[in-house]
C-alpha cells in the first residue's frame, strides 16, 4: 500500500512540473517521506541525491531563459528581462485553471525580453531576442521534466530493491 503512495505521489510531481509548479520537490518530499515510513527503503544518500537533482532542475530552469535570450543577441537587461518575466507570468498564470501558469510563464519571458531589448535596439531585434527567450524557456521546461522522470526512476528502484 505504501508503495502506491509513493507512486501517486511522484506521479502528481511529475504532472506538475510542466505547470511550473514545484513538482520535483514533491517529489524530494515523497522519497523523504517514504524513507521515514517505511525504514530501510529508501537510504539517507539517495534523499539526498534526489534533493539536489531537485536544486539542479530550479537552477536550469531559471538560468537556460537567460542564457537563450543571450545565445539571440540579447543583452544582459535582455536576460533578466526574461527571467524576471517568466516568474511574473507563470504567478500571474496561476488563476486560470490548468495551463495558466504554463502559458503565463511563456508569455512573460517573452514579454519581460522584448521591453528590456527594446529599451537598447529596434522592435526586429527585441522581437528575435523575445523568440530565444521563448525558446529557452520551452528548453528549460522539457529538461526540468527529464531530471522529474530520472528522479521517479531513482526513488522507484531504490523504494522497490
Request: proline share 3%; hydrophobic share 60%.
Amino acid at each position: 500500500m505504501e508503495i502506491l503512495i509513493l507512486i501517486a505521489c511522484l506521479v502528481l510531481g511529475l504532472v506538475m512540473i510542466p505547470f511550473g509548479l514545484p513538482g520535483t520537490w514533491i517529489m524530494a518530499g515523497a522519497a523523504l517521506g517514504y524513507s521515514l515510513l517505511v525504514p530501510g527503503s529508501i537510504g539517507v544518500f539517495t534523499t539526498i541525491v534526489v534533493a539536489l537533482m531537485a536544486l539542479v532542475g530550479e537552477l536550469i530552469e531559471f538560468t537556460l531563459t537567460g542564457k537563450y535570450t543571450r545565445k539571440y543577441g540579447g543583452s544582459r537587461r535582455a536576460s533578466w528581462g526574461a527571467i524576471i518575466g517568466g516568474m511574473v507570468g507563470a504567478f500571474m498564470g496561476v488563476p486560470v485553471p490548468i495551463v495558466g501558469s504554463v502559458i503565463g510563464a511563456f508569455v512573460g519571458a517573452f514579454v519581460g525580453a522584448f521591453i528590456a531589448q527594446l529599451t537598447q535596439s529596434s522592435v526586429g531585434d527585441a522581437t528575435r531576442v523575445a523568440t530565444g527567450a521563448l525558446i529557452g524557456r520551452a528548453v528549460a521546461a522539457a529538461m526540468k521534466v527529464a531530471i522529474g522522470l530520472a528522479m521517479a526512476a531513482i526513488i522507484l528502484f531504490t523504494a522497490l530493491v
